[in-house]
């Protein structure tokens, strides 16, 4: 499965795309510490475990029910990505500049997010060779709100320097 993502600098919107076509996007809001996300018409909310932990967890919309955590080690820019169904993926920089990252899977499952376009607008595709359709586009999600977390605390770290 292949998908791009778009997003415009100032733009608080990633969209993420097939064949051109809109199947999802992740809202980041400047005021709330939760994140809207959708994809192919399911709706999930990310939002920060709690105020000093480097942890998010990732919610169903309509019934708040937790479906992963998502844990940061920011000094070796490793995340790893926990369902509590009991699946554990790691999401890891494949290049220097981490312009380029990858989920993988114990069972050699990937999805892979290359970097097409970068500075005035995000762009990037995304391949996919999980046999589910469901958890593919739950780690796409997953992946995409993780690279664009990241570009936005980067931003603001910048931005107070």
Known sequence: MTYQYF?????????ILNNE????????NNWKSLVEAEINS???????KSFWKSCM????????????????DLWKSKIKIM?????????NPTDFWHR??????????TIEFLKTKS????EG????????????DLLTLIGVFIIFLKMRNAAAVAATT
């Open 119 to 122: 500075f005035w607008n995000q």
């Open 83 to 91: 369902f509590y169904s009991g699946e554990t993926y790691s999401m």
């Open 42 to 48: 399911k709706k999930y909310i990310f939002k920060k």
């Open 7 to 15: 997003s415009k600098s100032i733009c608080k919107k990633v969209e």
């Open 125 to 136: 595709k995304i391949i996919s060779n999980f046999k589910t359709p469901q958890k593919s």
């Open 21 to 28: 076509i809109q199947v999802g996007h992740i809202q980041f």
């Open 57 to 72: 967890i990732m919610y169903q919309s309509d019934t708040q029910e937790a479906i992963a955590e998502i844990h940061f």
């Open 100 to 109: 380029n990252w990858m989920i993988s899977s114990e069972n050699f499952e």
